[in-house]
């Protein structure tokens, strides 16, 4: 029998916990809903325009949306999220220039009473940040760059951003007229927080680092390869703890990837196509959705614009068809569940409306019929 060293028994066992822990999590989330699901709450929408982040109020028994005003000044402000408890927000701000320099900027404010109120901004690694992803202590904001075909991490203290500890910046391309360079797109971290991740949409491909989470610093640790073409644009982390969906911009197809836990690396499982067969027009696919306990994933795609809704194994992460259905408008940019995930919101980026479906939690389907209310270009959503 092989010897097992200290470092090898550590990550076995490291992997075992996750495991249990990944299934603990799903078997909460299945028989725990959020017991403030139903009633009101604030919800803030990143708008692409000059207007900024839009507050609205949320009624989680009718499904509708009530304009409260705008929360912060911020002119395309394409990507906010949230930190854990919800009390601090952070943006990416795609613009060609911030404080004089050549670069977009990311901001930080505090979630009080409802409203926004602005702690920091930095200049981040180069123009046109267009997202900010939060690791899962809440020390590091890690933002890409689409024009500038970079990325750059910054060390959060007390919801304030630092200057970028780490920036990097992409020399790729690809096949595609869209391709003539790098394209950083989205950035997320592995279900343990030991690695980060940066879809380049220009290069395709997925830089994988090393995070380092008390100095918001990473180190390289390899690369996932796509399609030739295929523009890979986001990626997210199914609850099971070890499958991932990377969804295909320009060809519309999302890869299944498995996560090796060990290394950080990604792995080809299968590649699941959006498109109706035979459509041949101008597509370009989107984001992700994965409902709490596993069971249902949800794909957007725009120009020919719908939803994909797919029943999830949850414990291989495997995805199975539901069907194709109405997002309420053109362009659907970023959608999200309500609290209690008998919503789906879709922000309709041009279009000006975020639109709402009624969700069956038991089937997973979605109703063909919503209903929309008016947001100034909206580009992401979050519930406070």
Known sequence: MKNTSR??????????????????????????????????????????????????????????????????????ATWITLSKGHMFLYAATEADS??????????????????????????????????????????????????????????VTDGKLSP?????????????????SAHAHFASFSPDN?????????SDCIHIYSLNADTAKLTPAGTYRAQAGAGPRTLHFHPNGHTAYSVNELVSIVDVLEWNRMDGSLTLVTRIPLLPEGY??????????????GRFVYFANRDNDFLSSFGADVKTG???????????????????????????LVANQDSSVVSVFARNPQTGVLAEEGKSFAAATPMCIVFV
């Open 98 to 155: 911030f404080n004089g320099k050549p670069t977009g900027e990311v901001s930080s404010f505090r979630v009080e009473k409802g409203g926004l109120i602005a702690l920091s901004a930095q200049n981040s690694a180069g123009p046109g940040t267009c997202h900010a992803a939060l690791d899962h202590t809440g020390r590091v904001l890690l933002a890409a760059d689409y024009g500038g075909g970079s990325a750059g991490s910054f060390l």
């Open 194 to 202: 030991r690695f980060a991740y940066v879809n380049d949409l220009g």
């Open 318 to 344: 495997a995805l199975t068809l539901i069907g194709r259905s109405n997002c309420g408008g053109k362009i659907p940019r970023n959608f999200t569940l309500d609290p209690s995930e008998r919503w789906m």
């Open 280 to 293: 041949k027009g101008a597509t370009r696919a989107c984001d992700t959705v994965i409902t709490r306990d």
């Open 7 to 76: 470092r090898d028994f550590l990550l076995l066992a490291s992997a075992a916990t996750l495991a249990t822990t990944a299934a603990s999590r799903l078997a909460a989330a299945a028989a725990a809903p959020d017991t403030h699901a139903f009633g009101a709450r604030r919800v803030f929408i990143g708008s692409g325009t000059e207007q900024g982040i839009l507050s609205y109020d949320w009624n989680g028994a009718t499904g509708e949306l009530t304009a409260v005003g705008v929360a912060a000044k911020l002119p395309n």
């Open 164 to 180: 970028a500890a780490w920036t990097e910046h992409y020399s790729g391309k690809g096949p595609s007229e869209r391709q003539l």
